[in-house]
């Protein structure tokens, strides 16, 4: 069995503090499905492949998504954004507390002072809280409990999930 994810991260961005929360699991399960059937912006996608195979239990960083996927369009993009966006809180410095504040209002309001300007941490934000929330769905050993609680019908799952076997073929 593996072990429980952690709720929690926080993370640093152009040195203010931030928390990212994980997903609710239909949420997640959306958020990760659209990854196998839409391509995010080609830099962003990089960048996530890259901190995926990074992660470590993806048999040996090299996990793909399927290469015949569309290209993501703008409206898609923001809702998938706004979806990793209403997980992040900020620790405000100014008042010292530290109590974790929503970045934003479920109506996609900035609630943070000074995000609604700021393109680059609103980006790098909204990456950090999809690979937190998305990638245990990468992890080699979720995957394959995935698909053997399917009791030998993987055939589906294994036609959208490209990795090599363990002799690495």
Known sequence: MNAPLA??????????????VRMNPLVGS???????????????????????????????GIMKLPASRSQMGMEDFIKLQMQCLLVCRWYDAVTGKDIATPVMTAEGQFVMPGLQDDVVSVLALSLHSLFFNVQPFFEKSRIAAVIASFQGDSKGLASVISMPSASGQ
């Open 30 to 60: 959306w958020v990760a499905s659209e990854l196998f059937t839409r391509m995010l912006p080609s830099g962003i996608e990089a960048q996530f492949m890259t901190e995926v195979n990074k992660s470590g239990d993806t048999n040996s």
């Open 7 to 20: 709720r929690t991260k926080d993370v640093e961005i152009d040195g203010k503090r931030y928390q990212i």
